[in-house]
């Protein structure tokens, strides 16, 4: 089933990281057999990510939970996508320590539209492990985030083992929703 599965891995970025993390995402989902294709979300329309059966979308968060500037320029057309075939995963970069109270926020904004779209979120992430006072991207009871959560200014170090762990995971879950499609 992985072999024939092809992903959109769409992303936006301003530093290069949400980009970084998105090419060691696509790297492990490829070892699992399946064609990434990563794009930036100011090359993306709604037609082409309805051409998508597995989306992946990354998301940083700026400052006091804003959100990256490319993604809200795609907002509406985001807004106009019927996903529901599709089966989606998130992932954000943050800063836990300087903004706490906001870190992948941007995540959280984005899960709502996605989730507006029809979409089946899979990727939900514990929220062991790290040090953060609010989000938008956690649940009510703060157990878990809405995906990925990344902090590349401060856990850094744990990048690689997360991507993989999560990659793992979103592979398990995907393949369990295309079973029972």
């Given at each position: ?153 401060q856990q850094f170090e744990l990048t690689d083992s997360r991507v993989a762990t999560w990659v793992s995971q979103i592979v398990a879950e995907y393949e ?6």
């Open positions: 089933m992985a072999q024939q599965a092809n992903i959109a891995l769409v992303f936006g970025t301003d530093t290069g990281n949400t980009q970084e993390v998105g090419e060691k995402i696509a790297k492990a989902l490829r070892s699992y057999g399946y064609t990434v294709d990563m794009m930036n979300v100011n090359e993306v329309t709604s037609v082409v990510l309805q051409q998508y059966r597995f989306l992946v979308m990354g998301i940083p968060t700026w400052d006091f939970g804003g959100i990256q500037e490319d993604w809200e320029d795609f907002e509406a057309d985001l807004q106009m996508a019927d996903l529901s075939e599709a089966v989606v995963a998130l992932y954000g970069l943050g800063d836990q320590r300087g903004y706490g109270d906001y870190f992948v926020d941007a995540m959280g904004w984005l899960y709502e539209r996605v989730q507006a779209t029809g979409a089946q979120l899979i990727g939900h992430w514990p929220a062991d492990g790290y040090k953060v006072a609010a989000s938008l991207a956690l649940n009510a009871n703060k157990t878990e985030f809405c995906g990925l959560a990344i902090d590349e200014d369990r929703c295309a079973l029972a499609s």
